[in-house]
């Protein structure tokens, strides 16, 4: 993995790696390696889930390496005996493309994971835990102003590219019913 520098069991991560990722856009070395030293790096198998839907989430996530699946439930839970678990795939990520993903529960109020993450092949993940990611927007305002704004523009754009099937959706089902 390039993002990282081995040093003796010790991850280091490459800031000038990490400044080619969305969330940092506008954001110098020195101003990514404050997150740099908060990450904790996981890697997971193909298959393994790294974010459940419906779970608390406390943490956002960069895909450093390899790629994953992003899932959500097909049904609303109506009841506690219902086990639907049926879900669709919405859309796979690459490392190439340098996602990150687990924002939404940093500022919902019930801190609930918004889909699932499961990794389509071995995947180097960061983690950055929520308390400590905002201790940084905090203390440097500048930094957490660019960040912000960052992640904003991303999830702007994943709620248009939403709309959009929600349109497709009921375009479809008013076809269906109208024939």
């Known amino acids: 993995m390039d993002i990282m520098k081995r040093q003796k069991n010790t991850c280091v991560y490459n800031p000038e790696i990490l400044k080619n990722y ?21 890697q997971y198998n193909k298959d393994d889930i790294i974010i459940q839907e419906g ?9 450093l390496d390899g790629k994953v699946e992003i899932l959500q439930a097909l049904t609303l839970k109506t009841n506690v005996s219902q086990a639907d678990t049926r879900e669709k795939s919405l859309i796979s990520l ?43 927007c905090n203390d440097y305002p500048e930094i957490g102003n660019l960040v912000m704004q ?30």
Do not use: H, W, Y
């Open 22 to 42: 969305e969330i940092f856009s506008g954001l110098d070395e020195n101003q990514i390696d404050k997150f740099c030293k908060v990450i904790t790096p996981i």
């Open 55 to 63: 779970d608390p989430g406390d943490s956002i996530l960069i895909l």
């Open 94 to 136: 690459s490392s190439d493309f340098r996602p990150f993903f687990g924002e939404m529960s940093l500022f919902s109020e019930d801190d609930k994971r918004s889909a699932t993450v499961k990794a389509a092949s071995t995947c180097g993940v960061a983690k950055i835990d929520k308390n400590k990611f905002f201790q940084i």
């Open 150 to 179: 960052n992640i904003a523009r991303v999830l702007s754009r994943r709620l248009k590219q939403a709309n959009q099937n929600v349109l497709k959706l009921t375009t479809a089902f008013s076809l269906i019913i109208d024939s």
